[in-house]
């Protein structure tokens, strides 16, 4: 696939990276400095360059969201309509200094950003997982026995996408049901989030917990 990421920080540049080595063609879009952008292409080989967001999204089978909340609506305008494409957000509704959701329990990030853009196809994926371990995922992803990563979308197209990208990166993809399921999957990411960085082994022991 043709994978535009927006917003190359933790998870977009890790992610990105690993669905370049997987073979799909990756634009990495959104940061800071056009050369981190750049650095990160570079070391992502051939399937991979940058961009800008819109250049990200231009053609894309699939995006991936992956700034802080409070990014995501200078991403959509920078990224345009995303009509008809796939988005995939990882990115959880947290407020400026990450001690809370800003989005919850009626509603979720996930919807609201459906609402934002309601001719993107929008699926929730990678969320739950702490980008330290996703290159020690990726690198046994050919073990019989993967970890598993949820997922929740009411978009057909958007659910096959999440499914295929999640398993290239090396886990086992669990449906977690349509997008609204998202009210229930952001608590549980904040709650694995906080695991992953309180104590020693926190993001390894983190993922574990994803089929509970
Ligand atoms: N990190 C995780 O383990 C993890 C796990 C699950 C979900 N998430 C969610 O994923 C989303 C992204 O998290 P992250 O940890 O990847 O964040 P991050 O490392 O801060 O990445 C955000 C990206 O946005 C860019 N950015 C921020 N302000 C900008 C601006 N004014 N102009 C241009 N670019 C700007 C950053 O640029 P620079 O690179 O130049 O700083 C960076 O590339 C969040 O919603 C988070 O809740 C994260």
Known sequence: MRVGILGSGLMGGKLGTLFARAGHDVVFSYARTKGKL?????????????????????G????????????????????????????VTCSLPMNADDTDLVIAHRTSGAEALARKR????????????PSEVLFGVYERRRRKLRPSLLYCGDDKRARNAAVRLIEDVGFDPVDAGPLRMARNLEPFTLLIAQLAYEGKGGPEL???FERL
């Open 206 to 208: 983190a993922y574990r």
């Open 118 to 129: 309601p001719k993107a196809r929008v699926v929730s994926a990678f969320g739950t997982v």
């Open 38 to 58: 750049a650095r990160l292409a570079r070391e992502a080989g051939p399937n991979a360059r940058a961009g800008s967001p819109a250049e990200a999204a231009e």
């Open 60 to 87: 894309a089978d699939a995006v991936l969201l992956a700034v802080h909340w409070s990014r995501v609506d200078d991403v959509l305008v920078q990224a345009g309509s995303l009509a008809g494409t796939v988005v």
